[in-house]
T-cell receptor, first 109, second 116 residues
Framework: KQEVTQIPAALSVPEGENLVLNCSFT??????LQWFRQDPGKGLTSLLL?????REQTSGRLNASLDKSSGRSTLYIAASQPGDSATYLC????????FGTGTRLQVFP | GAVVSQHPSWVICKSGTSVKIECRSL??????MFWYRQFPKQSLMLMAT?????????EQGVEKDKFLINHASLTLSTLTVTSAHPEDSSFYIC????????????FGAGTRLSVL
């Protein structure tokens, strides 16, 4: 059974710091892995999607890496801003999406 | 990009009533639609998967007679919470697959259900 875990569960940092959010999964047989952002009481915003054959994807200040063999992905946020405050979810896609437990990020001025 | 519209965004109902939530793919044909539930401060849990024109496949522990899913067309799926009770209060999110991306789901904005 696929299990997805995210560390840390919560993170509070001052503005400007570079951050690393971690995601681990137990079964490497995935189609892709996706990182989402969720603001309180809102739906999901897709940030980055990495296909199983890829190693990383970048979008602006965000960089996501994937090491399928070790069952790990990281989301790197450069020069964090208060507007980055949200919950970040990773999800692995087998024949369905399995979501991680989330990391609640707070960036304070 | 592919857009999924979910309606309503928020609904309050009395215990014992039924509530219908709609999920529409606006610019692509969603051959498969997924329904998720999210309790406060928890992650999303898949409830069921539906393919157009066939019965939905429910995840273990999800009551199919309570959560009725209809996927009658390639652009519309509905979730009906029958005889809702306070414990059904949650955030429900749908997604559609089958757009231009391979193995990619496009998510609706979610529906917050509060059962009094």
């Amino acid at each position: 059974k696929q299990e997805v875990t995210q560390i840390p569960a919560a993170l509070s940092v001052p503005e400007g710091e570079n951050l690393v959010l971690n995601c681990s999964f137990t079964d490497s047989a995935i189609y892709n892995l996706q990182w989402f952002r969720q603001d309180p009481g809102k739906g999901l915003t897709s940030l980055l999607l990495i296909q199983s054959s890829q190693r990383e994807q970048t979008s602006g200040r965000l960089n996501a890496s994937l090491d399928k063999s070790s069952g790990r992905s990281t989301l790197y946020i450069a020069a964090s801003q208060p507007g980055d405050s949200a919950t970040y979810l990773c999800a692995v896609n087998t024949d369905k999406l399995i979501f991680g437990t989330g990391t609640r990020l707070q960036v304070f001025p | 990009g592919a857009v999924v519209s979910q309606h309503p965004s928020w609904v309050i109902c009395k215990s014992g009533t039924s509530v219908k939530i709609e999920c529409r793919s606006l610019d692509f044909q969603a051959t498969t639609m997924f329904w998720y539930r999210q309790f406060p401060k928890q992650s999303l849990m898949l409830m069921a998967t539906s393919n157009e024109g066939s019965k939905a496949t429910y995840e273990q522990g999800v009551e199919k007679d309570k959560f009725l899913i209809n996927h009658a067309s390639l652009t519309l799926s509905t979730l009906t919470v029958t005889s809702a009770h306070p414990e059904d209060s949650s955030f429900y999110i749908c997604s559609g697959g089958g757009g231009s991306g391979i193995n990619i789901q496009y998510f609706g904005a979610g529906t917050r259900l509060s059962v009094l």
